[in-house]
């Protein structure tokens, strides 16, 4: 069995980088290199050699390091199709379906478009790891600049139907604020409260929430929960479809 082991890099301001080594050929990947630097000098330090760069979406905080990585390590540079103008030094263009070798390892290629109209999740079903982007965050979801409400949903639907043990390595800790954005619409939700004690207690020791685990997000992240009818309820939208009341959670988080 081809184990992963991920590194996780913070960079920016809230950004998170990957480095996910497969142990059986020593291929190591680097999911959205946000910058170089930090991801080159880590993976010195750690013995590792660049072999991917694993892109989710086109935007600079997530290929900003692309062009320098490749100079430095030769890696192979591996993102969407639909997007492939967008991503700088692709050598290969992935789609839906597609499988993605990394070593011994291997990825499924998820279409998540809504936060970008390219925007691809890479899921290693072997290590339950899902790199998602910034399409599903920790109890929250993208922006939408190039999609609809109703394809992000189409998209996060997708993403819902991996098992609950699928660590969730979002690209952003945007966790703290999104939990309190998710009581303000379910301020009752006792399992919310209680996640959300728990991201204020890592939050203050200085650790990372992420990655969660899919359970926890199909229990708690208001997102992947347009079609329960208590969400419905707490946004005062009985009765209604899962799009408008997904759209609804989105246009309130945009001005929240
Ligand atoms: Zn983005
Ligand atoms: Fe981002």
Redesign the pocket.
């Known amino acids: 069995m081809a184990q992963l082991e991920i590194q996780q890099i913070p960079v920016l301001s809230d950004n998170y980088v990957y480095l996910v080594r497969e142990a059986d050929s020593g291929a190591v990947a680097v999911v959205d290199p946000a910058v170089s630097k930090p991801v080159l000098e880590a993976a010195k330090q750690l013995g590792w050699t660049i072999t991917h760069i694993l892109n989710t979406?086109h935007?600079p905080?997530?290929v900003g390091g692309n062009l320098e990585i490749k100079k430095a390590t030769g890696c192979r540079i591996i993102g969407p199709a639909p997007d492939e103008a967008r991503i700088p030094g692709i050598d290969e263009a992935v789609n839906e379906g597609d499988i993605v070798k990394l070593g011994e390892a291997e990825a499924e290629i998820f279409f998540v478009p809504g936060?970008?109209r390219g925007h691809i999740a890479f899921w290693f079903p072997e290590s339950q790891a899902l790199f998602c982007?910034?399409t599903l965050f920790a109890l929250g979801c993208?922006r939408l600049?190039e999609g609809s409400p109703a394809q992000m949903w189409d998209s996060l639907r997708k993403l819902r139907e991996l098992p609950d043990t699928a660590a969730v390595y979002c690209?952003h800790e945007y966790t703290q604020n999104n939990a309190r954005f998710a009581l303000s619409i379910e301020p009752d939700n006792s399992q919310l409260q209680e996640r959300a004690r728990q991201i204020d207690s890592l939050r203050k020791d200085g650790k990372p929430t992420v990655p969660s685990h899919l359970g926890e997000e199909k229990a708690t992240n208001p997102f992947l929960r347009a079609d329960d009818p208590a969400l419905a309820t707490a946004l005062n939208l009985q009765g209604r479809s899962a799009q408008e009341c997904f759209a609804e959670v989105r246009r309130r988080k945009d001005v929240f």
């Open positions: 979406h935007h905080d997530h936060h970008t982007g910034d993208g600049f690209a």
